[in-house]
């Protein structure tokens, strides 16, 4: 897999949600995994007005990017797509988490449902 330069990654950040979210699944699919951001063995969850969501980024730089401020204690966490998959994917559905796809440092991201992520991912 190619190294992105860091011109690269700056025009990914402030790419729009549609392209990032295709750069994520492209991505989970090429390299098998995807990251979220930890904090003592808890994933981390936030919260908007519809309700909770987790955040996961395409490698470990980009989560690495969002552990600053209120999220500074977080570490990135590596998942495996088949965890991914066969048990978050899932258990997000039940209880109806959304998933804030690849956010920026501006925004939270594409927000997805577990079920269109099952689909963009097959």
């Known amino acids: 897999m190619k190294e992105l330069s860091?011109?690269?990654r700056v025009q990914l950040l402030v790419a729009p949600d549609s392209e990032r979210l295709a750069y994520f699944v492209e991505q989970a699919k090429a390299t098998g995994g995807v990251w979220?951001?930890?904090i003592e063995e808890d994933?981390?969850?936030g919260e908007t007005d519809e309700g909770n969501f987790v955040m996961v980024w395409p490698d470990e730089a980009f989560a690495a990017q969002w552990a600053t401020e209120d999220w500074e204690e977080c570490d990135p966490v590596s998942i495996?797509?088949?965890e991914?998959?066969?048990i978050w994917l899932p258990k997000l559905m039940a209880a109806k988490v959304t998933i804030a796809v690849f956010p920026n440092i501006e925004d939270e991201g594409k927000l997805s449902t577990a079920q269109e992520l099952t689909?963009?991912?097959a």
């Open 6 to 8: 860091m011109d690269e």
């Open 36 to 38: 979220s951001l930890s």
């Open 43 to 45: 994933f981390v969850m």
């Open 80 to 82: 495996t797509l088949d």
């Open 84 to 86: 991914f998959k066969d």
């Open 119 to 121: 689909d963009l991912l």
